[in-house]
């Protein structure tokens, strides 16, 4: 078994068990993110002495939780915002992969792993954008965070329809191979 047919083979078992698991774990952590900051709600109203709870910071972690939750939504938002089409969560068959010849599955199995990358950098943008709106309330790192969170949230997304990025730089900069 060569490199190729390796690579084929993994993209071809992990592409829809790894986006499952992820629809799975943005379901559970939006879920958890929620109840936390409803609970640390409720017990700010009940006991006497704690921390009170901001309610922009409460809002922002509610938001981030559904965000989260319906995280195949939230990327196709993010795409949306920069590129129209529809989101495509299973192996890529990108057009310009002709071209390769006896590689062009490899190339699109390459470009599918890409993809699933770019599903787990969305998901990661949406917790360092938890992270700094928490860490706001305290700290001035929260610009930081909030820009490495958007960088993240918008590269993802444009790695996730890869093969639609690699058809608009080649457009761009008049670029064919």
């Not at 900051?37 to 006497?48: C, N």
């Not at 910071?57 to 129209?84: D, K, P, Q, R, Y």
């Not at 699109?108 to 928490?134: E, M, P, R």
Request: with cysteine.
């Amino acid at each position: 078994m060569d490199l190729a047919s390796m690579i084929i083979a993994a993209a071809n078992s992990l592409t829809g068990v790894m986006w499952a698991l992820l629809w799975s774990l943005g379901a559970l952590i939006g879920i958890l993110y929620a109840g936390t900051v409803l609970r640390r709600m409720q017990l700010a109203s009940i006991q006497p002495g704690r921390r009170p709870i901001s309610a922009g910071g409460t809002m922002m972690v509610l938001i981030i939780g559904a965000l989260l939750f319906n995280l195949s939504g939230t990327i196709g938002t993010v795409w949306t915002t920069f590129s129209e089409g529809q989101s495509n969560y299973g192996a890529i068959s990108w057009s310009g992969a002709e071209q390769f010849g006896k590689f062009k599955e490899a190339v699109n199995a390459v470009l599918t792993l890409a993809s699933l990358a770019g599903g787990f950098f969305c998901f990661k943008g949406l917790l360092l954008l938890k992270k700094a709106s928490i860490d706001g309330e305290s700290s001035n790192g929260a610009d930081d965070l909030i820009w490495r969170a958007l960088t993240h949230l918008i590269a993802g997304a444009g790695l996730v329809h890869v093969d639609k990025m690699i058809d608009a730089f080649q457009e761009t900069f008049k670029l064919y191979w």
